[in-house]
């Protein structure tokens, strides 16, 4: 898979994944939780895979805080009350940094996308830091919501 078409793939549906769930209440969140990260964990196995920058099995760190987050958020309140110790909110923080760093690697370009040295491109450092701040900002908001 080409970084570009990764790109138009994963962006609107780690957004998607992060923000439309949280609009529905019980097994209507989870269902649709699911059914996005199962198609943002398709395709960025795809582009790990093609990448050979990273095992393909690392693509399921993309997903897991999110999923996680939906299904403590449709379990009873008092469950998710259980969350709150500061182990599992630094678990929580290392789920969020797993997923940062799989999506920093499956952006990493192919020789045939960029040659050269990885400073001079460009497409690599924004996306970087998009998905670093957008990353921060999702573990802030799961933090804050249990």
């Known amino acids: 898979m ?3 078409s990764f790109i138009y793939a994963a962006a609107p549906l780690t957004v998607a994944l992060n923000t439309l769930p949280g609009m529905l209440d019980g097994a209507w969140r989870v269902i649709l939780a699911g059914i996005l990260a199962i198609a943002l964990w398709a395709v960025v196995w795809v582009r790990v895979y093609t990448n050979k920058k990273l095992r393909p099995e690392f693509a399921i760190l ?3 805080p999110a999923l996680c987050h ?7 309140p008092e469950f998710a ?3 709150q110790t500061p182990g599992w909110q630094n678990f929580n923080f290392f789920l969020w940094l797993a ?3 799989v999506m920093i690697r499956a952006l990493l ?7 050269g040295r990885l400073v001079s491109d460009s497409v690599f450092i924004f996306m970087s830091i998009i ?5 921060l900002s999702c573990w802030m908001t799961t933090h804050v919501t249990f």
């Open 109 to 115: 370009p192919t020789p045939r996308e960029h040659k």
């Open 2 to 4: 080409k970084r570009l």
């Open 99 to 101: 997923s940062i760093i």
């Open 131 to 135: 998905s670093v701040t957008y990353g």
């Open 62 to 64: 993309i997903i897991l």
């Open 70 to 76: 939906h299904i403590l958020g449709a379990c009873n």
């Open 81 to 83: 009350a259980t969350f």
